[in-house]
Each structure stands twice: as structure tokens, then as C-alpha cells.
């Protein structure tokens, strides 16, 4: 379920001349039904709204005194949510002749044409208020109280997030906080002007639009209107016509595919930034510890410690926060089983809350691989999920018939398209192969069958990557360094930085020189440490290496140690190398 929460403003949407009838009480009814809350959004003080709604208690909360008052109504309580109105004020509109006044908990309210007084009267005093209108009915608050600051925590009492609300409303003062929810609808006789911002306008006016919006909630969940949410369009990047590429915000999955080192992050990292600015929550489920300095989330998991599955949904519990989960401090075969442990649980919390909005799955050829075949319950619905990987014909069908759009980067990433028709049984598109420039990735959508290149949109968000994670995690077997000598005759892995060091240090000369001499170490750095200013440093040294093996060493050393920072209490060396027989 999409939408979670329904927010209404009262005056002139949920009730006509202050009076809500039975046949929209009835519609609010058949919407609580379904599990979903209602939150009511008025500029009414509350002492005047209670009396006119016997039935306040069908609402888990009320916004109140247009965003000044959050009333729950289960317990009465009361909350204000800025502070009582300026002394000086009030007396300076009393003495402007202003009438009627009303003087709420926080809220200052009268009737045009008194705005003007209002107004003079703030200025004169140097006052950080606003004046709001409501069609003819003329509010003042402080600067940046409206409906959707109180709307917002409300929200946040409930657990929702704005992107589970659908909002309707009718005037001026209901701008902001439909502005704020996922959807914003406004009934048949809202002022023009609302109207032209709402996503959908009902047939119906006042309570018959709300019972109309119910009975599409209660029905498709409003499918039927998605293609008018363009307001929260991710967009990807600009065709070669110069036409903007987007994804939507809700109902299909992504697979950024290619070889390691082609650009699969830089795809991934422009999806990210987009749901952040977006405010849509994420999880990323993280094998390897690539995203776990991202100061948007917060990360699980370290790397002498796995997550639990407990604290990855305490974490996302709470709409405003994101989740990394950290599988470096798990072994390499327990991965996959505790990712498998999470999924449902996160499947769960998405049928209960909606949220999070987004998975992404790193490495997903490891986590979900192709000879996994699991029940049809476990992967219901992988629906707004990102799936990174290197072959897609690794992953598991079960997972790739959920994909919407594939993002195919590197040399032939038309061959990467293929490879995923292929795995489905999809009849092969054989079209001229697509050279893709810098900044370039293939857009492939299994609607329209097109493979389109991409110019992505510049990134802002720096890809930060936890030094330690290569220093001292563990690295898969494929992405570790293996030093094996001219003639093969050694097998020495380097699962991170630190052991790399440590095994350089240890190796002969011979077998040093030989790897120095192939560019195996920055080829290494390059395309499984991913780190394109170390990789150009190490090969500098191998083009011109130091005089003597030893000096080569140190001078290695020194490049990874200037942005690498190393373990505090370095482990034991490496069985079976020269620093390992020295330390017995």
C-alpha cells in the first residue's frame, strides 16, 4: 500500500458551512477501514473546531490553528508547536480598529480588508511574522509556521513519512502542505490557483471530492492518476536530442549492469543523489563496505561486527532516516543467508509502512545468485529496487523478471542488455552496437525495447568510501590481489590494503618485480579497489620503478599509506613470508 495517510483541510473541503455531512463521515469511515489514518489540516482554533466535529476521534491527529497546534485527539492532548502571539501586537491591532480579532493559542486571525493594518502593523514592530491567507479570512503567525510545519509533525508522531500522504484541500493557506505530500488533489471548487498546482482535481466539490479521492484510494491505491506525479520524476540524464531521462519514483526496479570499473557506481551514486534530494528513504544492502561513510545514512555493521536485522528496521523505523547495511564484519559465505534473514523483514515493514521506499542491492550476483531458486513468497516484491552487478545472467531469475529499466555501462553494454534477455528467455534485439562517451550509460526500458545513451546528470554527492574498509576488511576472493610469481608458483592473497603491504614486504624480488613489471598493482588498485588516484600513482612507480626491490616496496608503502589510514594495532603477518619468520 502506497498511500498511507489521507490529510484534509476542513473549510470548504471536508465540511460546508462548518458542518461535515454523513455521507462524507461514512467515506472517512470506509478509508480507516483499510488501515489507513486520517490527519486533519485546519486554520481553525481548536475550541471552535470541536464543537462542530463530534467525530475529531476518526482523526490521529489534528493540525490546528493552521500549523500552530497539534492536537491527539485519542487523548486530548495538546501541543503547540511555536510560541503564544507578541503582546505588543495584539494591541497594535486593537488600536488599528481591527474586528473581529481572534487571538488563538498562537494564531491571529481576523477578515479582509484588514490585511493591510496587518501587515503595517508587523512592520512597525519589526515582528518575524507572516500573514496567511484563506480566501477571505486573514492570518498571522510566525515566519515558517503554515500547514505543512505542523503537518510534518504530525507525521513524524505517527512514523509516516510525507511520500505515504495524499493531501486535498481548497485555498491559499493549503498550498504548502500539499505541496509536501506525495500527492497533492484538490476539490472542484478550490480557488484556480490551487487547481493549477494540484496533481488531480476531483468532479465532485467539498465533501463529495474527498469521498471521490477516498473511493480511488480505497480502490487502486490511485494508480489510476500516477502518470501525473511528474513532480517527483528521478531524473537520470539528457538523450542525445537533449530530452530529459527519468525513472519514476514508485512502482518499477533498476539494474545498473557491466564490468567492474565501468562506471556501475557513478549510475548508482546518480539514483542515490536523486532519492536524496527527493527525501524518499533507502536502504542499501552492502557487501563490501562501499557506501558506508555516506553522511545521509546511517550505517550498520562494522568491520569486526555484522548488522543485526533489528537494528536495520530501528533505524528505518524513523521516516526521515536511511540505512547502510554493512556486511564487511560478516564472512563472505554468511552474506547471502543474512541478507535472505533481512529481505522478508523488509518486504514486511514495506506491506505495513511503505517504506523504505528504496532498496539497493550491491554485488547483487552474490547475495541473490542464479543457483538460488527461492519460494515465491521471499521475493513478492522487489519493486522499487536498485540491483548493482557485474554479469546480470548471475542473478537469479526470480529477481531479474522484477526489473523495469537496465542502466549498462562499460565497452558493450549492449551485450549487457542481451545477457539479461537472454537469461529470461526474451527473444535477442540485434542492433548495431552502442559506443557510449564519457559520462554515458545505456538506457534499456522493457516497455519500449529502445537502448537510448544517457549523458548522466553531474553528481554533487562524492561517492565517500570508508578508508578502513580496504585497509583492513576483507575483500572476495575474485576482487583480492594474489601474488603468484613469473611461474605461477605462489598463491598468496591480499584480501586488503594491509595485507597487500604486508605480502609485497614479504614476497621475493623476483615475484615483486614480476607484478611491477605486468602493471598488475595498479591495475588492481584500478579495477577492484576502484581508486583511480591511487591506480595513476602506482603506475608512475611501475613505469619507472625505484633502483632496488626494497626502495620500490617503501615507495608503495608510502602511496597507499598517504590515502589509506591503517589499522591502530596491526594483525600478525602473513603466514609463510619473510616479516612472518622474523616475528617467530
Known sequence: MRYQVLVVDYDGTLAHDGKVDDTTLAALERLLATGRKLVLATGRELHELLPLLPQITLFARVVAENGALLYRPETREEKDLCKPPPENLVNRLKEKGVAPLSVGRSILATWRPHETA??????????????????????????????????????????????????????????????????????????????????????????????????????????????????????????????????????????????????????????????????????????????????????????????????????????????????VGLKVADRPSFFLTLLPRLQEMRARTGRPHWLLIDEAHHLLPVSWEPGADVLHDLKRTLFITVHPNQVTRAAMESVDVILAVGKDPDDTVEQFRTALGETAVNEKPVELGDGEVLFWSRLTKKMVPVKLVPSKLERRRHTR????????????????????????????????????????????????????????????????????????????????????????????????????????????????????
Not at 178 to 199: I, M, T, W
Not at 243 to 258: D, H, I, K, M, N
Not at 267 to 274: F, Y
Open 118 to 327: 496587518v501587515l503595517e502593523a508587523i512592520r512597525d514592530l519589526g515582528l518575524d511574522y507572516q500573514v496567511i491567507f484563506n480566501k477571505d479570512a486573514v492570518m498571522a503567525l510566525p515566519a515558517g509556521v503554515n500547514k505543512a510545519a505542523g503537518l510534518t509533525a504530525a507525521l513524524h508522531e505517527l512514523g509516516l513519512s510525507p511520500h505515504e500522504a495524499v493531501g486535498i484541500g481548497d485555498a491559499e493557506n493549503d498550498h504548502a502542505f500539499l505541496a509536501l505530500c506525495e500527492c497533492a488533489v484538490a476539490v472542484a471548487n478550490a480557488l484556480p490557483s490551487l487547481k493549477e498546482r494540484a496533481d488531480w482535481v476531483t468532479h465532485g466539490e467539498r465533501g463529495a471530492g474527498v469521498a471521490e479521492l477516498i473511493d480511488e484510494l480505497v480502490e487502486n491505491d490511485l494508480k489510476t492518476i500516477e502518470g501525473r506525479l511528474n513532480r517527483h520524476q528521478l531524473l537520470l540524464g539528457h538523450a542525445a536530442d537533449g530530452s530529459e531521462v527519468s525513472l519514476p519514483c514508485y512502482g518499477q526496479s533498476v539494474l545498473v549492469a557491466g564490468p567492474s570499473g565501468s562506471g556501475k557506481s557513478t549510475a548508482a551514486t546518480s539514483i542515490l543523489e536523486r532519492l536524496i534530494e527527493h527525501k524518499y528513504q533507502y536502504c542499501i544492502i552492502d557487501p563490501e563496505g562501499d557506501y558506508e561513510n555516506l553522511k545521509e545514512a546511517v550505517t550498520l555493521g562494522a568491520y569486526r561486527q555484522g548488522p543485526t536485522v533489528d537494528e536495520v528496521l530501528q533505524v528505518l523505523a524513523q521516516p526521515e532516516q536511511n540505512a547502510v547495511v554493512n556486511m
Open 469 to 584: 574498509k580496504y585497509a583492513e576488511g576483507e575483500l572476495p576472493p575474485e576482487r583480492s590481489f594474489y601474488f603468484r610469481g613469473a611461474e605461477g608458483k605462489l598463491n598468496l592473497r591480499a584480501q586488503n590494503l594491509f595485507a597487500f603491504l604486508e605480502l609485497a614486504d614479504g614476497v621475493d624480488d623476483d615475484t615483486w618485480k614480476f607484478h611491477l613489471a605486468a602493471g598488475d598493482y595498479s591495475r588492481w588498485f584500478r579495477e577492484r579497489i576502484k581508486d583511480d588516484i591511487l591506480a595513476t600513482e602506482a603506475a608512475a612507480l611501475e613505469t619507472a620503478p625505484e633502483e632496488s626491490p626494497r626502495a620500490g616496496r617503501e615507495r608503495m608503502r608510502e602511496i597507499v599509506e598517504k590515502h589509506y589510514t591503517l589499522p591502530d594495532k596491526p594483525p600478525l603477518p602473513m603466514p609463510g613470508t619473510d616479516a612472518a619468520a622474523k616475528n617467530e
